[in-house]
Each structure stands twice: as structure tokens, then as C-alpha cells.
């Protein structure tokens, strides 16, 4: 019983698009492959038309040569596929569906024993791989000089600011759309409060962005009161008039800040709900110009693997995607070391758990910080990673947990040493 919907005839026309030199260089040589085939002769003409293309660099142009390939097999087929006058609009507009289908339904009998084991890791890759086919066709880069203004100009439209002014100088005006912000930084150090900067920064007088920010270690209210903290610069107090703190702080909000900002919390989110989330504010009108998460190591990955590290590194790729996918900047936090509470200055080497998520970061902000720094409410904000840019740099700042304040002040030296933290 044949396992492939589409008829003989369909196939033919892909086999004939195989002799269209374009198509192939476009297209063929990347999603056809001779398993999508049912019967023996199209197998075979289709291992001999890719053969022919992978050694000469073109489409084959007369039968004989597939037919020698083809060991003098299956010459009417051939004659059939080089003379018949196909229509081939429809064969062209569904081929890569048609291979992304064939190649999934491919991977999911290859995975029935892999179903019965339990190695759903397995199915789940070569699932993703089969869907995956001609993805890579979606974009097809761009020309240096005929598409200037893509890399050009339109790389600073989607910039937002940190609200730190001497960073944002240092980047061009912060983070830009589809790119990946990492702050990075031992447990306790101030991660998530530099994040509560970033959201105000964004959402405040200067730009005036709408922010959604995903919480999963803190309530999605504690980040409200820690936000509200920041605006106000002071936190609510048990024996305080609320009503009155809630009036400041909605005054506060109509004056210095147009922009929005969203909370959603979830200890255990999946890449899915947290895309299903986005969506969904997209439908509701919320137009968000930048994403927070805090923080992305807790995020449960799109597919699972047999170490925690590959998963993150997975995560992180996820989010470097939907940076892309929503064309708006991506800020997160991470987790450093142990060995960096010893350290003055905390470096892409004091990543916890795999590297490979900082390799996929375009900014990595570390929080720096000694004991007699945090005794005079200082930190330093150290530009570990600049991907388009001038890394290294270092900033002054004053430090005050109590109000969810980093200021910077100005650039400092960088000094290198192991400390009594």
C-alpha cells in the first residue's frame, strides 16, 4: 500500500521540475530527495538527476544521460518525463509542502520502534527535521549594495534603550530588534532588579515602548511592586496609606511613562505558552515593542535532551528566534558560577551550566558587584559581550536595592582580580 497521497502523475511533474536548471539551483537541490518517490523508476531517474546535478553543477538536458545512469533501465519513463509538455504552476506553488510531508510521513514510520522504547528524543528530532525541510529557503539573503538600507538604516529603527544612559551611548541607542540581551550575574547580585531597569527604561519618557515581561522565579505581582518601586523610587510600607501610594504611583506612570508594561508569571512555562502568550496580546491589540524574561534557563525548551545544558542551549535558541520571529529586542538573566561571587569582574567564562547560550547572546551586560560596593550601594556594569560592537567596556553605578535602582554614573576602569565577596 503506498503511503504517499499524491499520484503518479504529481510525481512526475516534481521529476520534470528536476530538469528546470532555476528550480533546481532554487530549490531541487535542497528539498528533493529519491525517498519521496514511490515506484522503482522514479526512484531510480531521481537518484540519477541528482547524481547528473551534483557533478555538473546544472539540470540534465538529454535523456540518454539519466538512461546511462539509469543502466539503460526505464528509458519510456524518461523520454515520458523530458518530452511531455506538464503543466508544472501547481507542482511548483506545492513542492516544498509536498517534501516537507513526505519527509514527515518518512520519519514517523522510522520512529515506530523508537515509540515503543520510550526514546521520544528521538522521534521529537526526527520529527522536527522532517518538518524543517526547505526552511531554509524562506530567506534568501540579501545583496550587499541592491538592499543597503536593510542592514544600513533599518538596523537602528528597532533599537530600544536600557535607560541607562552611558550603555545605551556605548550601543547605539540599546538593543536592537531581533537581537538577544543576556544580564548575567552570581544568585542575590541584582539580575532580576536590573531587568525591573530595563522594562522602566523602555516603558518611560525617552521611548515611551510597550514591555511584556515574563516572571517564573517571583509572582507576577511582587515584579508589579518591584516596578511600581522603581518609579516611585521607594517601595509601599505595611503601615502606609496605599491608597495614597496608589495614587502616586499612577500619577507618576501619566507623567514620565507612555508606555506599558505587561507582566505574565509561570514557575513552569513551556517556549510554547509563552508564544501562545504573545500571540494572543498581538490579537488583543497590545503592541509590544520589547520582551523580558526572567528567566529563560527556567523555561522548559521546544523539544527535551539527554543533558540539562543542550536544553538551555535550546531555549536560548528559541528565544534568539522570536527576537527575530517579532522583530522586537529579547532581554533575559542568567545564572553565573559559583567562582564568580570571587571575582571582581564577572566574564562570559563565568557562565553556569553551557556556554553555548552566551554564544547565541548579541549583549551580555554582567553585574558586577564586591562586598564593600554593595556596603556603599555601587555596582558595575561590565559589557562582557558586544556582537556588533566594542566589548569590554565598564560602568560606574549607584546600587539601591531598596528602590530597585541601578543608575550608572559614568565609565570606570576595569580591574581584574579575585575578591573576598
Not at 535523456?63 to 523530458?82: M, Q
Not at 508564544?275 to 521546544?302: C, N
Not at 566574564?347 to 552566551?358: C, F, M, N, Q
Not at 555601587?378 to 559589557?383: N, V
Request: one cysteine or more.
Amino acid at each position: 500500500m503506498s503511503i504517499y497521497p499524491y499520484n503518479r502523475q504529481f510525481r512526475l511533474k516534481i521529476i520534470s521540475l528536476c530538469l528546470d536548471d532555476a528550480w533546481m539551483s532554487r530549490t531541487g537541490s535542497v528539498i528533493i530527495s529519491p525517498d519521496y518517490f514511490e515506484s522503482d523508476d522514479e526512484i531510480e531517474i531521481v537518484t540519477a538527476i541528482l547524481e547528473y546535478y551534483k557533478l555538473y553543477k546544472q539540470a540534465p538536458t538529454d535523456p540518454d544521460d539519466i538512461t546511462v545512469l539509469c543502466n539503460g533501465e526505464y528509458g519510456d519513463t524518461i523520454y515520458t518525463i523530458f518530452e511531455e509538455d506538464y503543466d508544472l504552476h501547481l507542482a511548483k506553488d506545492v513542492a516544498v509542502q509536498w517534501a516537507r510531508e513526505q519527509a514527515a510521513k518518512i520519519a514517523i514510520l522510522e520512529s515506530i520502534d523508537d515509540v515503543k522504547r520510550g526514546r521520544l528524543a528521538q522521534v521529537l528530532d526526527r520529527i522536527e527535521e522532517a518538518v524543517s525541510v526547505g526552511d531554509d529557503l524562506a530567506f534568501p539573503g540579501i545583496d550587499v549594495i541592491d538592499d543597503i538600507d536593510i542592514w544600513l538604516y533599518q538596523q537602528w529603527i528597532g533599537k530600544i534603550k536600557t535607560g541607562w544612559p552611558h550603555v545605551d551611548i556605548h550601543l547605539g541607542g540599546g538593543l536592537a530588534a531581533g537581537e538577544l540581551g543576556i544580564i548575567l550575574g552570581p544568585s542575590n547580585r541584582g539580575k532580576s532588579m536590573a531587568l525591573v531597569n530595563i522594562a522602566y527604561g523602555a516603558a518611560s519618557i525617552g521611548s515611551g515602548k510597550n514591555v511584556v515581561i515574563f516572571t517564573h522565579e517571583m509572582s507576577y505581582k511582587v515584579y508589579a511592586k518591584r516596578l511600581a518601586a522603581r518609579m516611585l523610587f521607594r517601595f509601599p510600607t505595611v503601615g502606609g496609606d496605599l491608597t495614597v501610594y496608589e495614587a502616586d504611583v499612577k500619577n507618576v506612570a501619566k507623567k514620565l511613562m507612555p508606555g506599558k508594561i505587561r507582566i505574565i508569571g509561570g514557575m513552569r512555562m513551556t517556549t510554547n505558552q509563552i508564544e501562545v502568550a504573545l500571540d494572543r496580546m498581538i490579537a488583543e491589540g497590545y503592541d509590544f515593542q520589547l520582551i523580558i524574561d526572567d528567566y529563560p534557563d527556567l523555561v522548559i525548551p521546544p523539544r527535551f535532551r539527554k543533558e540539562r545544558r543542550f536544553e538551555i542551549t535550546e531555549t536560548y535558541e528559541w528565544f534568539r528566534r522570536t527576537a527575530e520571529k517579532y522583530n522586537v529586542p529579547v532581554w533575559g538573566a542568567s545564572q553565573a558560577n559559583r567562582a564568580a561571587y570571587r571575582k571582581e569582574v564577572v566574564s562570559l567564562e563565568d557562565i553556569a551550566e553551557d556556554i553555548g547560550k552566551v554564544n547565541l547572546s548579541d549583549i551580555v551586560v554582567a553585574l558586577c558587584q564586591t562586598r564593600k560596593e554593595e556596603e556603599k550601594d555601587r555596582c558595575r556594569l561590565f559589557l562582557a559581550k558586544v556582537r556588533d560592537g566594542v566589548k569590554g567596556a565598564m560602568f560606574d553605578a549607584k546600587y539601591y536595592p531598596r528602590q530597585q535602582a541601578i543608575i550608572t554614573t559614568g565609565i570606570t576602569k576595569r580591574r581584574e582580580k579575585e575578591i573576598d565577596a
